[in-house]
């Protein structure tokens, strides 16, 4: 597999579309356009280039130092990319843009833009759930905060191009893209920057949304464009039987927590392997748990490299003097504390929240899906295999730490983050301790045994609809993943539902007599 480009491919689709495109789009300058002539400068306000909002992004990848690791952006990686910028788009967006130009509404923006896109002025971010409910964004954005962003994270990328040197390329590119991944977003909310619109007539959700999903979708196309990879459901059951036998509070949590942690450490390989993103549910942004567990990872690897943490570092009281020689995982601990600290849990400024607070939420859930590209396996079967062997792997640490505090080198980087459980005091392992032989007396985690994985093969899946939408045809080997006729003619009911509706907005359009009748009658009002 080719590495490097894999996680090139996935940092792009996290910047194809810059943090401040909305305002691009609604007429506001780029925040890292370089100078130009007042000439130039006039005749570029005269008429607006609709891809001002991609050179944004290609200026941010150069400016916040992807450019100087990854290089610049190939031909096929710009198209994969793109593909997954299509295909992450919502169904809303996509009906839009086809009723639009049905229309002929694209038309009428040709005097403002080079393109025929037609851009909707709005800047309210609603509610999904409920629409009713929105948060008005500002009309522009400070440009000086934007670049204050880009060189704090240009720093970071620097300093860990730097720190990597001594790893192969593939790790370089791994680390970087974790890197970048988990401290994208949290920067930009933690420099005060408001949320951009990725989509004006459908105000429904950010850039980052877009971006984030984009990321995840250049799985489900590696390495070729063509649909394919692995959907994975991740499911421990009886969870509720753990809870039920809860008898006290903080049983509840612990036995919460104990699942939690069991999910989290059978996925935990393959999300360092291939990237947070291919955790569809539940999300990796802005999540404690991949925080502080990144930030862990990275201390073993900078002793792997020689690298020590200043003194004090893993109690959160050392810092290096020296800002050039400061770590990954000292810069990273650093970032987190403050976000959770200041931002989510409204600490004073000075405060550092501890890494032991942020583990001790289960948030996790039991279930856990997973998008792993096509590479990932040669079948479903040897991904299951694999996928089992991390859950057997994690039940058999968090058993042994959990009646004894012992942590073996074969729990790998699970061992990392209990220790640093473990060093919070005995209080937290003997509750720990307690609730699970209280569990075990009862046989509750029997049946934690068996770990549940469903795999689906998307490429199979893709092909078999595109087969029965051209031919009603349902091969064995769809049958075989569970597809069967009723299923597909739901779905082919439901694309010529979308047909009708695009060809009868056909039909009501206007004609061009009847439009410039009712330009001359609005003149004339």
């Given amino acids: 597999m080719d590495w ?15 943090p401040n495109k909305m305002w ?39 400016e916040i130092g992807l450019k100087e690791f990854f290089g610049s952006i190939p031909p096929d990686i710009h198209k994969l990319v793109q593909y997954a910028d299509h295909l992450s788009s919502s169904m809303d967006r996509w009906m839009l843009g086809k009723i639009t130009a049905l229309l002929g509404e694209a038309g009428k923006c040709k005097e403002q833009y080079t393109s025929n896109q037609c851009i909707f002025k709005y800047s309210k971010l609603h509610n999904i759930f409920n629409p009713r409910l929105s948060r008005d964004l ?18 970071i ?62 799985n489900m196309l590696w390495p070729s464009r063509n649909i394919g990879g692995y959907l994975v459901e991740v499911d421990i059951p009886s969870i509720q039987r753990i809870v039920n036998s809860a008898r006290k509070a903080g049983d509840f949590w ?12 059978t996925v ?36 792997s490299l020689g690298e020590n943490l200043p003194k004090g570092e893993e109690t959160g009281q050392g810092r290096t003097s020296d800002e050039e020689k400061r770590l990954l995982s000292e810069i990273l601990l650093e970032e987190i504390r ?28 039991g279930t856990i899906i997973l998008l792993l590209p096509a590479e990932a396996a040669k079948n479903e079967d040897e991904l299951k295999d694999e996928i089992k062997k991390h859950f057997d792997n994690a039940q058999q640490c968090l058993t042994q730490w959990a009646l004894t505090g012992l942590i073996t080198n074969e729990c790998g980087d699970l061992a990392i983050l209990l220790e640093k459980v473990q060093s919070s005091g005995n209080k937290f392992l003997q509750m720990v301790e307690r609730i ?48 069967t006729e009723n299923n597909l003619k739901k779905v082919k009911v439901f694309l010529e539902i979308i047909k009708q509706l695009i060809e009868s907005k056909e039909k009501s359009k206007p004609s061009k007599k009847e439009e410039e009748e009712e330009i001359l009658k609005e003149f004339k009002n």
């Fill in 4 to 18: 490097y480009n894999y996680f090139k491919a996935k940092a792009w689709a996290l910047l194809h579309d810059p």
């Fill in 268 to 303: 935990w390989p393959l999300i360092w392997k291939y990237g947070p993103d291919i955790v569809v549910k539940p999300t990796l942004r802005l999540n404690p748990i991949y925080h502080v567990t990144l930030s862990r990872k990275l201390i073993e690897l900078e002793k």
């Fill in 254 to 265: 612990a036995g919460s927590w104990l699942v939690s942690m069991l999910a989290w450490f």
């Fill in 138 to 155: 500002p009309e522009n954005i400070n440009c000086e905060e934007v670049k204050r962003y880009v060189d704090a994270m240009k720093s």
């Fill in 338 to 365: 403050k976000f959770y600290g200041n931002i989510i849990f409204g600490w004073a400024k000075d405060s550092k929240i501890p890494e032991q607070l942020l583990l001790s939420n289960p948030i996790i859930p």
């Fill in 436 to 483: 699970y032989n209280d569990l075990k007396d009862a046989k509750v985690f029997d049946d934690l045994i068996q770990v549940r994985i469903n795999t689906v093969n998307i490429g199979t899946i893709h092909e078999c609809l595109q087969n029965y939408l051209a031919r009603n045809t349902v091969p064995e080997k769809c049958v075989n993943e569970g597809m």
């Fill in 24 to 62: 691009i789009l609604l007429g506001e300058p780029r925040c890292l356009e370089k100078p130009q002539s007042s000439v130039e400068s006039r005749e570029a306000r005269k008429k607006k280039d609709k891809n001002d909002h991609e050179k944004e992004a290609e200026t941010f990848w150069e």
């Fill in 157 to 218: 990328i620097s300093t860990a191009i730097k720190v990597l040197s001594k790893y192969d390329k593939t790790e370089q590119a791994r680390t970087i893209y974790h890197l970048f991944y988990a401290l994208y977003e949290l920067k930009w909310i933690e420099q005060g920057l408001p949320p951009s619109l990725a989509e004006t007539r459908m105000p429904t959700h950010t850039v980052f949304d877009h971006n984030y999903a984009a990321a995840m979708t250049v």
